[in-house]
């Protein structure tokens, strides 16, 4: 099986910066779109960044959020900055094959941001 590793997750005060990397493992990594999703408590997992032919972010997140991927790393990236509270939640990486669908889902990664 695919398996898609989150790391970078953590605790920052508002206004603070994080860079969440994930590591994929699958063999043709550039024909997959890949995506940051996240998820609060009680709350519906949404979409933040994806980035495959174009690059779409949220609303809540343009202009603070950027999304970047390594081909030759196999690595999907998530600079945050300038970080809200209401950025608090698990973080999830999305694999989705351009072509014929498959997707694969990371385990999460948790970023909190409070005083």
């Known amino acids: 099986q695919v398996r898609l590793v989150e790391s970078g997750g953590g605790l920052v005060q508002p206004g603070g910066s994080l860079n969440l990397s994930c590591a994929a493992s699958?063999?043709?990594?550039?024909?997959?779109?890949m995506s940051w999703h996240r998820q609060a408590p009680g709350d519906k997992r949404e979409l933040v960044a994806l980035?495959?032919?174009?690059?779409n972010y949220a609303d809540s997140v343009k202009g603070r959020f950027t999304i970047s991927r390594d081909n030759a790393k196999k690595i999907v990236y998530l600079q945050m900055n300038n970080l809200k509270p209401e950025d608090t939640a698990v973080y999830y990486c999305?694999?989705?094959?351009?072509?014929?669908?498959?997707?694969?889902w990371g385990q999460g990664t948790q970023v909190t941001v409070s005083a």
């Open positions: 699958m063999t043709q990594f550039s024909n997959y779109a």
């Open positions: 980035i495959g032919t174009n690059t």
């Open positions: 999305e694999a989705e094959h351009r072509f014929d669908g498959r997707n694969y």
